[in-house]
C-alpha cells in the first residue's frame, strides 16, 4: 500500500494567517491526489482533487500543489470556518489510502 | 442535490456480521459515471477506504478486509450496501458512503459527496 505522511499532526494558527499542511507519498503517484476538510462530528469535505484543482463552492483561499511525491495544501488566509482536521488521499492505486490528518487549531 | 444516507444498526455483537445501506437521493445510480464507495473511521483515528461498487455490480476492495467484505446495489431502490462479517471490537467506527466520479475504472478525482456517516459499534 502507498504510505501517506501528513505534516504537522497539528498546527496552531490565527485567522488571517497563512497555513501550509505537506503530504508525502511513500511512491509516485502522478498528480492523483485529493484533500478534505472534516469538521468535528462531520463527513470529511473535498476540497481539491488532482493535487491542484479546486473542488466545486471551494473558496480561492484553498490552493493545492504537488513537487514530485510532496503535495501541500495552502490556504491563505485563514477564516474562523477553517478551523479543522484536513487529510489527504492518494487516488493513483489501489487500495486508496489515506494521511492521518493535520488539526490547524486556534492560537 | 445529490445526498447519501447511511442506515443499520448502531450496534452489532462480535462474530456477527456488519449490514450498512447508503441510500442516494438526487441522483440514479444506475445512470452510470461513479463509483460509490464505503470509507470508515475508527473513533479519533484517520479515514480507511473499504471498497467501492459500480452499478453493473463491479467491485473493488481493500485487501486488508477483502475476506470480510461485500459491497452489492440495488439500482431499483437506489441503493447500494455493505456486509463486513465476522466482526470484532477493531471493527468499531464511523462508516461513511461516498460517491466518486469514474475515471478509467478510478476515483481519481476524489470523493466528491459524502453520507452523514453512521457509528456502528461492536460490543456484546
Known amino acids: 500500500d502507498i504510505q501517506m505522511t501528513q505534516s504537522p499532526s497539528s498546527v496552531s494558527a490565527s485567522v488571517g494567517d497563512r497555513v501550509t499542511i505537506t503530504c508525502r507519498a511513500s511512491?509516485?503517484?502522478?498528480?492523483?491526489l485529493a484533500w478534505y476538510q472534516q469538521k468535528p462530528g462531520k463527513a470529511p469535505k473535498l476540497l481539491i482533487y488532482a493535487a491542484s484543482s479546486l473542488q466545486s463552492g471551494v473558496p480561492s483561499r484553498f490552493s493545492g500543489s504537488e513537487s514530485g511525491t510532496d503535495f501541500t495544501l495552502t490556504i491563505s488566509s485563514l477564516q474562523p470556518e477553517d478551523f479543522a482536521t484536513y487529510y489527504c488521499q492518494q487516488a493513483n492505486s489501489f487500495p486508496y489510502t489515506f494521511g492521518q490528518g493535520t488539526k490547524v487549531e486556534i492560537k | 442535490q445529490v445526498q447519501l444516507q447511511e442506515s443499520g444498526p448502531g450496534l452489532v455483537k462480535p462474530s456477527q456480521t456488519l449490514s450498512l445501506t447508503c441510500t442516494v437521493s438526487g441522483a440514479s445510480i444506475s445512470s452510470g459515471g461513479y463509483y460509490w464507495s464505503w470509507i470508515r473511521q475508527h473513533p479519533g483515528k484517520g479515514l480507511e477506504w473499504i471498497g467501492y461498487?459500480?452499478?453493473?455490480?463491479?467491485?473493488y476492495y481493500n485487501p486488508s478486509l477483502k475476506s470480510r467484505v461485500t459491497i452489492s446495489v440495488d439500482t431499483s431502490k437506489n441503493q447500494f450496501s455493505l456486509k463486513l462479517s465476522s466482526v470484532t471490537a477493531a471493527d468499531t467506527a464511523v462508516y461513511y458512503c461516498?460517491?466518486?466520479?469514474?475515471?478509467?475504472?478510478?476515483?481519481?478525482?476524489?470523493?466528491?459527496?459524502w453520507g452523514q456517516g453512521t457509528t456502528v459499534t461492536v460490543s456484546s
Open positions: 461516498a460517491r466518486c466520479p469514474r475515471s478509467g475504472g478510478t476515483c481519481k478525482y476524489g470523493m466528491d459527496v
Open positions: 511512491q509516485g503517484i502522478s498528480s492523483w
Open positions: 461498487i459500480y452499478y453493473s455490480g463491479s467491485t
